[in-house]
């Protein structure tokens, strides 16, 4: 019967072996979940606009009121749209420089022989 030789476990070289792609995942995961928390904030907050200006509808005893509350709905909407999105392109973009910022040890072009 031969004799069990002793498993040796390869060790990852390159990006693997530096922790490259546990940060980038955990970073990833980090980001997924920002974008995600805002998201769910945004959607509530314009739930309960909505509410209130369902609300101000309903109360309103002439055409006018109806006009200026819609016009106010329209107009505050449309502004918290254009700041979420530039919310979501702020974490997008810090997402992408700390995915660049990555592995301490990143390759250089030149150093792979010819």
């Given at each position: 019967?031969?004799?069990?030789?002793?498993?040796t476990?390869?060790?990852?070289?390159?990006?693997?072996?530096?922790?490259?792609?546990?940060?980038?995942?955990?970073?990833?995961?980090q980001?997924?979940?920002?974008?995600?928390?805002?998201?769910?904030r945004?959607?509530?907050?314009r739930?309960?606009?909505?509410?209130?200006?369902?609300q101000?509808?309903?109360a309103?005893?002439?055409?006018?009121?109806?006009?200026?509350?819609?016009?106010?709905?329209?107009?505050a909407?449309?502004?918290?749209?254009?700041a979420?999105a530039a919310?979501?392109?702020?974490?997008?973009?810090?997402?992408?420089?700390?995915?660049?910022a990555g592995?301490?040890?990143?390759?250089?072009?030149?150093?792979?022989?010819?």
């Amino acid at each position: 019967m031969p004799a069990k030789k002793p498993k040796t476990e390869a060790q990852p070289s390159g990006l693997a072996g530096s922790g490259f792609p546990m940060m980038a995942g955990s970073a990833a995961a980090q980001v997924w979940m920002d974008m995600g928390t805002e998201a769910v904030r945004f959607v509530w907050d314009r739930l309960q606009q909505d509410i209130k200006t369902q609300q101000a509808l309903l109360a309103c005893t002439s055409l006018e009121e109806m006009q200026k509350v819609q016009a106010a709905f329209f107009t505050a909407a449309q502004e918290q749209y254009a700041a979420e999105a530039a919310k979501m392109l702020d974490l997008m973009g810090k997402a992408a420089a700390s995915g660049m910022a990555g592995s301490p040890t990143a390759r250089r072009y030149d150093d792979v022989p010819l």
